[in-house]
């Protein structure tokens, strides 16, 4: 759907390229890329990296190592899910489950020592230690397959725009998966941009005023997802007695004021401006 969307908007779609260079110009900039290991070359007003951050040069980047690892997989239960996600917070960290099919995707956060653990584990205890940790609501745990980890960290991009070049998404700013927020952050960062772009006329794409126009439009909505989610780590991931006496408070308060946990569902949807 994404292609035919792109094609039917005149865009060339190159798949299976890795770019290994940009330069830019005061007119345009110059990408240059392996596509089946033969060298391509394209010319453009503006450069958009979105590749997820996968090849962001630390130098370019602020960041927080939160000492958390998230184990990836995909499990079967033995109840199903009904479309219902779910995300259980743990002594370590958060656990969440989300439908996938048949399946749901988990999202597993814990110590790094325990999480290289589970991910060596034979499935049999695999299943066990997720039955100890989630409980019984979907029945027991059957099977597991594509186990991966990954650090957490917070990545912030020093600047999220230079010439002819801006950052979105994960390219822009990683986030703890505490709050689930990344992906709706990436898909503003996206929104904005197209927004930005159809006010101005071709010629103006990627100019110097034009980013940061696009820059000042970002920053309240990137840094308050940045603060919230920072401080949900600390909220939720201890398990002192106060913090889980105020993290129970907070979830019954929005489980009985329907208006605020609207509230906050459209913040965590649309951002600022939901």
């Known amino acids: 759907a994404v292609s035919g969307a792109l094609r039917n908007a005149g865009c060339a779609l190159l798949a299976g390229t890795r770019v290994t260079g940009a330069t830019v110009d005061a007119e345009c900039v110059n990408v240059s890329a392996l596509a089946d290991a033969n060298a391509v070359q394209v010319s453009g007003s503006l450069l958009v990296i979105a590749d997820g951050g996968t090849l962001s040069d630390a130098a370019a980047m602020q960041t927080v190592d939160y000492r958390q690892t998230a184990i990836t997989a995909r499990v079967l239960a033995e109840l199903p899910h009904g479309n219902v996600a779910y995300e259980r917070f743990c002594p370590e960290g958060p656990l969440a489950l ?42 027991r745990f059957q099977a597991v397959e594509r186990r991966g980890a990954f650090p957490l960290l917070l990545r912030r991009a020093r600047k999220i725009v230079a010439p002819r070049v801006v950052r979105i998404g994960n390219a822009a700013q990683t986030l703890h998966p505490v709050a689930g927020q990344g992906f709706n952050l990436a898909l503003r960062d996206a929104w904005e ?82």
């Open 98 to 139: 989300l439908p996938s099919g048949d399946q749901l995707a988990l999202v597993w956060t814990t110590a790094p020592e325990r999480a290289q653990m589970l991910c060596t584990a034979a499935d049999r205890d695999f299943l066990a230690a997720l039955n100890e940790a989630f409980g019984g609501r979907l029945g």
């Open 193 to 274: 941009l197209a927004s930005v772009l159809r006010q101005v006329p071709s010629t103006r794409i990627g100019d110097a005023q034009t980013l940061a126009s696009y820059a000042a439009r970002r920053r309240v909505d990137r840094f308050g997802e940045l603060g919230f989610t920072h401080g949900m780590v600390h909220l939720f991931a201890g398990d002192a007695a106060p913090l889980r006496w105020a993290r129970g408070l907070g979830l019954a308060a929005l489980a009985a004021i329907p208006p605020a946990r609207n509230f906050l569902a459209r913040r965590m949807i649309y951002g600022v401006r939901g």
